[in-house]
């Protein structure tokens, strides 16, 4: 774990399971697995291994860049391919800006979607793609679904963010009032006293699918909770999906068998359609690693280093180098 993010975490959480952890590491491997997890690579990167983006190759040749020689450095290095190919992304957005940007009546810069050709189009649409879930780090459910571990909603619960944990946004904002008697009733109040609170309790977006009509779910390391399940035999990492799931968390809380900073709790999930995550993995989207748990189980909130950029340099290799080079842009 990176010194700073360990001396963050000691911070918040002084009693966290995670300080015990014996071993931590975080090392590439070929295919995801369930409890791994994948890091959503810059654009870049998805251009260089996708080998038939025949808009980058013809750009090279255009401004006279060897492409040959960049992928004689594909096994060793990304300083030398990385840079010439984010160079030719540059080159292109500014290609597109000039041709296709016009102003309009009240003199802004608009982009006329008539002007664009059908590869330009294209371009901006995985471009876009890649910008919107740059530095995301999902850790796999399953070949369908992944939670995004490192994009915190908000800080803590109030009664509404409680509301719609529990039962989904829609359900929430359709509920006046809950009878006292009932089961969710009392899960509510549960949950409001374990998580709620005004205490700090980060609550992450975890993907698209599910917000408005599911409950969230909690990840965490207690194999005595029994009502939750392990991702995968071994791996330490238990998912409370459910209410009766929700609600043996609550009463450990309550118990003060655990503390709220425990637990990972997320809104909505990640959704793959069949085969798509190892296609992401082939076209150099995501690069899937094994991760020990307590990488996984720490907060994200405030981090010195960001969870991609950690991950990224205890991989090594290219990875690190890629990170490298994104952290540099940010300093100047």
Avoid at 147 to 170: A, W
Avoid at 205 to 215: A, I, M, R, S, T
Wanted: aromatic residues 10%.
């Amino acid at each position: 774990m990176d010194v700073d993010n360990a001396s963050l975490l000691r911070i918040q959480n002084p009693n966290s399971p995670l300080l015990q952890t014996p071993l931590t590491f975080s090392h590439r491997i070929s295919t995801p697995e369930v409890a791994s997890v994948c890091l959503r690579m810059p654009f870049a990167h998805e251009v260089f291994v996708n080998a038939r983006n025949d808009t980058i190759r013809s750009l090279a040749s255009d401004l006279n860049i060897n492409f040959t020689q960049a992928e004689q450095y594909c096994e060793t290095s990304a300083y030398y391919w990385y840079k010439k190919v984010d160079g030719l992304l540059t080159t292109k957005l500014n290609s597109i800006a000039i041709n296709s940007f016009s102003r309009d009546s009240l003199g802004r810069q608009v982009l006329n979607p008539s002007d664009l050709s059908d590869e330009d189009r294209n371009f901006l649409a995985d471009y876009s793609d890649a910008v919107e879930e740059w530095e995301s780090v999902f850790l796999i459910l399953s070949e369908r679904k992944s939670l995004v571990l490192n994009r915190p909603l908000s800080q803590k619960l109030d009664s509404s963010l409680c509301r719609s944990f529990l039962f989904g946004q829609k359900v929430s904002d359709d509920m006046v009032s809950i009878d006292p008697t009932t089961f969710e009733a009392r899960l509510l109040f549960s949950f409001e006293s374990a998580f709620g609170c005004g205490v700090t309790c980060p609550v992450y977006y975890g993907g698209d699918v599910g917000l408005e009509n599911e409950p969230g779910v909690l990840v965490h390391p207690f194999s005595s909770l029994t009502k939750s399940w392990e991702l995968s035999p071994g791996c330490g990492l238990f998912l409370a999906d459910g209410l009766s799931a929700i609600n043996e968390c609550c009463d450990l809380v309550k118990s003060e068998g655990a503390v709220p900073l425990d637990f990972r709790l997320f809104l909505g999930k990640t959704q793959y359609r069949e085969n798509d995550l190892f296609n992401k993995v082939r076209e150099g989207k995501y690069i899937p690693l094994s991760v020990s748990k307590n990488l996984v189980l720490k907060q994200c909130l405030q981090l010195p280093k960001p969870l991609f950029c950690e991950l990224s340099v205890m991989a090594g290799g290219q990875i690190k180098e890629i990170s490298d080079i994104e952290l540099a842009k940010r300093s100047k």
